[in-house]
């Protein structure tokens, strides 16, 4: 199974920019999308962007959109999430996470076969 292990969390004021990244042991026909999604403590997990490894397609919430970045870099097996305009309900644990992609799919967390121990960002007004 893929190994995910994330970076780049922190703390930033809001209107600033951080750049996550999600490192992965290898993909693989059962990991060839890559998502990530955040959690605050007592909600549950929210999908936020996810690509499909090796092209260029993507898609993401409605509340991130314009604002966050998913991108890619195939030779590191790399995937990125660049976090432009935070606003302070960005706050959260990030993880990255791995899926066998399908026509349709989207951010169910149920659909992600494999994840990363997080990275928390933090964002104050």
């Known amino acids: 199974q893929v190994q995910l292990v994330e970076s780049g969390g922190g703390s930033v004021q809001a209107g600033g920019s951080l750049r996550l990244s999600c490192a992965a042991s290898?993909?693989?026909?059962?990991?060839?999308?890559m998502g990530w999604f955040r959690q605050t403590p007592g909600k549950e997990r929210e999908g936020v962007a996810r690509?499909?490894?090796?092209?260029?397609?993507?898609y993401y919430t409605n509340s991130v959109k314009g604002r966050f970045t998913i991108s890619q870099d195939n030779a590191k097996n790399t995937v990125y999430l660049q976090m432009n305009s935070l606003k302070p309900e960005d706050t959260a644990m990030y993880y990255c996470?791995?899926?066998?992609?399908?026509?349709?799919?989207?951010?169910?967390?149920?659909?992600?076969?494999?994840w990363g121990q997080g990275t928390q960002v933090t964002v104050s007004s």
């Open positions: 996470a791995a899926a066998r992609c399908y026509a349709g799919l989207g951010l169910g967390v149920y659909d992600y076969v494999a």
């Open positions: 290898a993909y693989t026909s059962s990991s060839n999308c």
């Open positions: 690509i499909l490894t090796g092209r260029t397609i993507t």
